[in-house]
């Protein structure tokens, strides 16, 4: 069976510093990938989505940026981290080529920037 | 995307009665539905889906129900119980020239109460 994760789960980060989240997924080949953040109450935002090693796109302009360096992997990562940064970032999955589009989530990183 | 920055709204129920939440979907050319479950300080977990060519599907004490016409989408959970307290979004998908476009819902809070 397939699983995702994310880490660190919880990081509390100064205003400046650099930022490194990463994600894994088990038990499945060439998958997509996808970086969530979400606000306090608030919805889902896409940041970057990736449909193979290498291939990173951007939904929004932000402070972030993203890479895969390998098939199953996912990093997020900021070279100087804003207050606005703070929020749940969220990994998640799909099968490439199977027709569905069901995003399967990680259990999260809850990063604050003070 | 532009429910990001909104409250979510709330439903409260008691426990034992029927919940109905509900969702307008934006694009009249989405042809796959989605519900998830988020609950508190977790990843979004997938409930049920239904695609464009049905108007109802039901699955363990969830029923999903789709009008094309209004673009309107439901689900509604029987015999809610205090572990259906969450968050839950919808989310339509569409094709977008040669990509697949997903669009996530702003997300309801569904507080039962015993």
Redesign the interface.
Known sequence: SQTIHQWPATLVQPVGSPLSLECTVEGTSNPNLYWYR??A??????LFYSVGIGQISSEVPQNLSASRPQDRQFILSSKKLLLSDSGFY?C?WNPAYTG?????????T?LTVL | GENVGLHLPTLSVQEGDNSIINCAYSNSASDYFIWYKQESGKGPQFIIDIRSNMDKRQGQRVTVLLNKTVKHLSLQIAATQPGDSAVYFCAENYNAGNNRKLIWGLGTSLAVNP
């Open positions: 979400q606000a109450g608030r919805g889902l935002q896409l969220l998640a569905t589009d069901t995003q399967y989530f990680g259990p999260g809850r």
